[in-house]
């Protein structure tokens, strides 16, 4: 976990401070209108929809284009998108889960099947690779704001799972039910989050290293940055030297 948790650090550090380079405004509202059209339009009794509403807080999306998401997505205007979870295999056989919202389900599949290919992966058959991951909840903290003790004593008597020290943060893990109950639990206790989102973590990591690793994580981006990819999902394990040094390279590119 120790080693995808750095590289989505990374990216999202990355896309904070380049968003629109990174499609990340069109990614959110294809989220927003997703899980509007699935749960309501609003927020209090549709977890799917808050989720991608703070998420779109945490990367300055306008609220005047979140509001036209929900309402496209609640069917007063707009075009028709659909979820879709493609499953495969990156070099060094690390499992990749990515979620994606299409309206063209074909042409989506057909892409990230050439990506795939190109970058020495392969798309598998549904279920290949979804068994070796779980959902969860996963709320950040910055560590310069709280000791461990403190954050520890609060989130595991709120019912968390597990609170993980990764570099500068916190993480602390919850069942998807009780991202949001925790989370206010902490802010009550004076504890604020850098953000929260439900998530996918893998049960078990895979070892890469050297060109393999470079090859996983530049595979990784390449998914990342297709316009209907809304996320990524791995079991790798890489050394934060090999992770830095890509993540160094990106920025020069």
Known sequence: MSGHSKWANIKYRKAAVDAQKSKIFSKIIREIMVAAKQGG????????????????????????????????????????????????????GVALLVEATTDNKNRTTAELRRILSRNGGSLGEAGCVAWMFERKGIIVVDRDLVDEDRILEVALEAGAEDVRVEDDRYEVITQPSDLYRIRDVMISAGITPNHSELTVIPKTTVKVEDKDAEKVLNLIEALEEHEDVQRVYSNFDISDEVMERVAAAMDRA
């Open 41 to 92: 339009g609003n927020p209090e009794t549709n977890p799917r929809l808050r989720n991608a509403i703070e998420r779109a807080k945490r990367y300055n999306v306008p609220s005047d284009s979140v509001e036209k998401a929900i309402a496209r997505g609640t069917g007063q205007s707009g075009v028709t998108y659909e979820d879709v979870i493609y499953e495969g295999y990156g070099v060094g």
